[in-house]
């Protein structure tokens, strides 16, 4: 998820409604939520294995989910290894 970064500039102008800079990140905060959550739960982002296999090795990206869109399986990046959750 991108979440946009915090602007800190006037919120509001002297009339009270919301300037353009507020508007803007907003609209980019609210756009991102909506892609990424749904009334039934979280949306797992989607990538190749050869991106799973990049983005596991950014030591950032521990505890990561990503849906396996070439094997269809859902991964967690543990200790830098992209591990298949498993369900039972």
């Given at each position: 998820?991108?979440?946009p970064?915090?602007?800190?500039?006037?919120?509001?102008?002297?009339?009270?409604?919301?300037?353009?800079?507020?508007?803007?990140?907003?609209?980019?905060l609210?756009?991102?939520?909506?892609?990424?959550?749904?009334?039934?739960?979280?949306?797992?982002?989607?990538?190749?294995?050869?991106?799973?296999?990049?983005?596991?090795?950014?030591?950032?990206?521990?505890?990561?989910?990503?849906?396996?869109?070439?094997?269809?399986?859902?991964?967690?990046?543990?200790?830098?290894?992209?591990?298949?959750?498993?369900?039972?």
């Amino acid at each position: 998820m991108k979440i946009p970064n915090f602007i800190n500039d006037r919120f509001v102008t002297k009339d009270g409604y919301l300037t353009e800079s507020s508007r803007h990140m907003l609209e980019q905060l609210f756009n991102e939520l909506q892609q990424q959550m749904s009334d039934e739960g979280h949306i797992v982002p989607s990538q190749t294995t050869a991106n799973i296999t990049v983005l596991a090795a950014d030591a950032e990206k521990k505890g990561a989910f990503y849906y396996d869109e070439d094997t269809d399986e859902v991964k967690v990046n543990i200790d830098g290894a992209p591990k298949v959750v498993q369900v039972v």
